[in-house]
């Protein structure tokens, strides 16, 4: 399936306090949606990620060894164009969020080569973007 044509996905996750999703996903990522006192829809480039009030919401259950990292799992994102994914490497620098793994390049001039970052929101939740030199590469071996 090209990227054109991907469908959207909807995602659920657990925040602690509202006004620091609105803060941190409204500032820094993306456009809100509809919202009530329990919830906030947020328009995550065209997909539909709900932050929800769950008092107590813990972050990652764990970490998972990748190329000398220690990555948050679970952990959720999105695949962006270079300049995009730039851009936001930039506004997180620029809105003091701490990476739990800075942006770099993976797999240089090999296969499914890939910028990369983590971070966690608000709430704990692990966040990764990425682009790829080549998407029709997403799935290489």
Do not use: C
Not at 13 to 20: E, G, Q, R, S, T
Not at 73 to 102: K, N, T, Y
């Amino acid at each position: 399936m090209s990227a054109s044509h991907r469908p959207g996905f909807h995602l659920a996750i657990p925040v602690d306090d509202l006004a620091a999703a609105r803060r941190f996903y409204g500032e820094v990522l993306g456009p809100q949606g509809r919202d009530s006192d329990h919830w906030i829809d947020w328009d995550l480039h065209g997909h539909q990620l709900v932050t929800h009030l769950v008092p107590g919401a813990t972050g990652p259950a764990g970490r998972s060894e990748v190329d000398e990292h220690r990555v948050p799992v679970p952990h959720f994102g999105l695949i962006l164009p270079a300049d995009e994914f730039h851009r936001l490497a930039q506004r997180l620098r620029d809105a003091q969020v701490e990476f739990v793994i800075e942006p770099y390049l993976r797999f240089p001039g090999q296969p499914g080569e890939q910028w990369t970052m983590f971070l966690h929101d608000p709430a704990g939740n692990a966040l990764e973007f990425k682009s790829f030199a080549d998407e029709s590469q997403i799935f290489a071996r």
